[in-house]
């Protein structure tokens, strides 16, 4: 098992996940996926590089630099997306009962671990 | 945008809201032109819509050289520009979609919202009107139709 | 004149991909020549629809042939594409001036000052508007005036912005800064990290300084027009139910966003050494604040 698989299985271990792959964020297309339930992957895959790649120009106009972790609340779950490096984005997509705390930390290790 | 037909148009506007792509290029596996957005000469039109019916039909045959199934779609990927050149069934048989993107949206999105415009399509399509077989005096005259109803003149 | 339509035009029928069609637009819309002016001005635009200046050319084009509602989205799709785009805040001070949207068009016009501080008409149109503003607000006497209009002026008695856009932040415009002021009152960041926009990323309130202490609004204000929709596309399609909230954990700061109705979104940003969560918790806070006070001047 690679690297990249050993760090998404972990993060989908994470209480309320379900499910988290590794994402080319300038194509918006799946590189690598962990057990995507009831998810289409290439549908997370395509939204998530979207709308990060829309907030790195926002945050970068707003003199923030650029995003390290990015949380898109909903009312029934949460999507989160941490860059790793320039060409790649680790994403998860967690229930409401997800510890988003925990889930966060082993995003950020992942794109550590990758970049 | 342009349709020859008008239940393609909300479909295609859909389409185009979502994936913010720059040309589109909807046409029958022959060729012949069923809607365009963006192109502003009728030439460029008849030369994407035959180039890319064209790409279609070789790699199809290339699919079945090599004894797999048919390839569904064909993405190129530039510094300024992608392309994507994608087949679809609908009742009314085998279409083809010519979809050009810029760094504004990406290979993602459009394949995600075009797969939603081609089950958009399919649900819409209403029964074909029973046509006789296209003579080659009326081709022409059909085809100078279609330009005009796709460029307005 | 005709020997530069004639030369532009052959350089754009040798070569449709070229950028001359700015241009011989330019050249068709100051001869007054506006069908022809649109037809290039809109070709070109499809095929440089990333291009802000095909989208604001196009926009003053439709702005002189009286479609209000086409420019004003012009002029919105050039500064969603470059936020600091001169001409296009130029034509929406101008729009909201004919309005008589005051205090926007005073941001537009001064942000548009900002590019072309040398820019003497633009300095007139906006001491015209600091002087309009006030006194008692009275629709613009002048409503074609060259010195505020980006030149030559759309007809007097058309609309130029479609009223649903104008009206509802009028008591705003109307009483200058000061319901503007009263809008986070008392919260932590009221001067500086809470910003109200509309849905089509204009500042409604608050305000964003950048490290500098240079106010950086309306920027981000545009940069962030799409970023509700986007957000509630993706929370859509992905089965998460609507959208509640945006957390953005960047390099030198932290933002959240949240939408305290349908149509507006606040962006509360704060240091990085604030937590995430407590972030939220300001967020909330704040966003009951802009609820009361849209409420208030709605």
Do not use: K
């Amino acid at each position: 098992m690679s690297g990249a698989e050993h760090a998404l299985r972990r993060i989908s271990a994470v209480r309320g996940v379900r499910g988290a792959m590794l994402v080319s964020a300038p194509d918006g297309l799946v590189v690598s996926e962990s057990s995507m339930e009831d998810v289409d992957g290439r549908a997370i895959a395509a939204l998530a590089a979207s709308l990060a790649g829309r907030l790195r120009r926002a945050a970068g106009g707003a003199g923030l630099g650029r995003p390290t972790v990015i949380q898109l609340r909903g009312e029934t779950g949460t999507l989160l997306a941490v860059p790793a490096g320039e060409e790649l984005l680790v994403v998860a997509v967690g229930d409401r009962e997800t510890n988003l705390g925990l889930a966060r930390l082993e995003l950020l290790e992942a794109a550590r671990g990758i970049a | 945008m342009r349709v020859l037909e008008g239940w393609v148009s909300g479909p295609l506007s859909r389409f185009l809201d979502e994936s913010a792509a720059r040309l589109v290029l909807l046409m029958t596996s022959s060729g012949q032109v069923v809607a365009q957005h963006g192109f502003t000469r009728s030439v460029d039109v008849m030369s994407a819509a035959a180039l890319g019916a064209g790409i279609m039909a070789s790699t199809g045959e290339l699919a079945h050289l090599m004894g797999s199934p048919r390839f569904g779609a064909l993405v190129h990927q530039g510094t300024e520009q992608g392309l994507l050149l994608s087949g679809f069934d609908t009742p009314r048989g085998r279409w083809i979609g010519l979809v050009a993107f810029g760094p504004e949206s990406s290979v993602g999105i459009v394949q995600l919202f075009f797969q939603q415009f081609t089950d958009e399509i399919a649900a819409a399509t209403p029964p074909e009107e029973q046509r006789g077989p296209v003579l080659a005096e009326n081709f022409e005259h059909e085809l100078n139709a279609s330009l005009r109803a796709l460029f307005g003149r | 004149m005709n020997d530069d339509v004639r030369t532009l035009t052959a350089e754009l029928a040798r070569d449709p991909g070229s950028l001359v069609f700015l241009d011989l637009a330019e050249v068709l819309r100051r001869r007054g020549q506006l069908d022809a002016a649109l037809t290039v001005a809109a070709s070109g635009l499809a095929r440089y629809p990333a291009l802000a200046d095909a989208h604001a050319l196009h926009a003053r084009i439709l702005a002189e042939r009286g479609d209000g509602d086409g420019a004003f989205d012009g002029w919105m799709n050039a500064l969603q594409l470059e936020p600091s785009h001169q001409a296009a805040h130029r034509g929406l001070g101008f729009l909201y001036y004919r309005a008589g949207d005051l205090g926007r068009a005073l941001r537009h016009l001064e942000f548009a000052a900002q590019a072309a501080p040398e820019d003497a008409g633009l300095r007139a149109a906006i001491e015209r508007v600091r002087a309009a503003a006030v006194p008692a607000p009275e629709p613009p006497a002048h409503p074609g005036d060259e010195a505020v209009s980006p030149e030559p002026a759309a007809p007097a008695e058309r609309g130029v912005l479609p009223t649903s856009r104008a009206i509802p932040f009028a008591i705003d415009a109307e009483s200058g800064t000061s319901s503007d002021s009263e809008l986070f009152a008392g919260l932590d960041g009221a001067r500086d990290g809470l910003l109200l926009l509309d849905q089509h990323g204009l500042r409604l309130g608050g305000a964003l300084r950048d490290e500098d202490g240079a106010d950086v609004s309306d920027a981000v204000a545009a940069h962030l027009a799409g970023v509700s929709r986007e957000a509630a596309r993706a929370a859509r399609l992905l089965g998460l139910g609507a959208w509640q909230s945006l957390g953005i954990e960047c390099e030198y700061g932290n933002a959240h966003l949240v939408a305290p109705t349908a149509d507006t979104v606040l962006l509360t940003v704060r240091d990085v050494a604030v937590p995430a969560g407590r972030l939220g918790l300001v967020a909330e806070r704040a966003a009951q604040a802009a609820r009361r006070w849209l409420e208030r001047v709605a």
